[in-house]
């Protein structure tokens, strides 16, 4: 994909520079202020926005321009886009658009200097630099237009007072409901489309994971498991320690219930505390709780399993906490051994 420069900087480099010079918006937007002050007033200054809401649960996104020439405001625009795009789409055709009508409306423009004010810093980059795909077309009409006229970057810090990027904030929130661009109703946007099969995806998702849920056993239903394709932290844990743990949410272990559905025989079915073993029986055992206060996050008595369940999350957010619980306790080993 060709790059195209702009010529904002005397060494050509511009494409490559923080559009933000290593300012803060406040200085940038005290910055800015003197430097539209001390502008030549045959230059024209385009401050353009893009704006996103959601109205009466409606997605709405829109763009504004503002043309200023010699501190004055001479021209201006808002159009609305398709509901399927996102605000950076906005600020990019937006910025587009104030060019557009500049060159195409404003003949003397052609001869000279003008300077499209952006508070995008990633709308910035596309201009002066590779066009991303989304609004791609956009980008890539700034980009042509560059290559025939004098035309500049300049960041604009929004919301700090900036007379043109105020008013083109607000041409944008009025273009989020304003009349359709109709010349690009019928383009969708890759931005839109990517949100649209994220949506359809978790949709899919959502509707297949409350299907499959339903045959699971009612001990891993009380952990109210949710489907997600991310590593879980416990994939983390030591392996004694994760067996520990999948033999709680299973009921898949050294338990009663467990030995006595299966016949097994020759297992000790008790705890030392005289408790038959279950798989939360660790925070309920008396012998075990007289060291509780002890355990990582100092847990009050548990008495439920859906206690015992919302511990072991809260430790799981740091898997050494679990760690450290189950091999110091000495539970498996001392207290409740397997045989």
Known sequence: MKSYRTKESPIGRDHVTDPTEGLTKEEAAQAFKEWWRQLPPEDYTIFSDGSEQTIDRKHCVGYGYAIYRNGTQIASGFKQIRSDSHVFDAEAIGAWRGLEHLITTLKDSTNSRIWMCIDSTSVIW???GNAPPTTQWAFHKCHKAMKQLDIRIKWSPGHMEIEGNEEADRLANAGATGPMDQAIDKLPTISGVRTIVRQKRLYAETNWWEEMKTSLSAGYKEWSPKYNTKEPKELTLPRAVLHRLLAMKTGHGDYAAYHQRFDHQN???ECSCGSAKE?????????????????????VEMQSNKQAITYIKKLIHTPSK???????SEFYTQICPNY
Not at 283 to 297: A, E
Not at 322 to 328: A, K, P, R, V
């Open 322 to 328: 679990l760690t450290q619980l189950i091999t110091d």
């Open 267 to 269: 297992n000790k079915l």
């Open 279 to 299: 798989p939360y029986h660790f925070f309920k055992c008396t012998i075990n709780n007289l060291k509780r206060s002890d355990w990582p996050l100092a847990p």
């Open 126 to 128: 596309g201009i002066r």
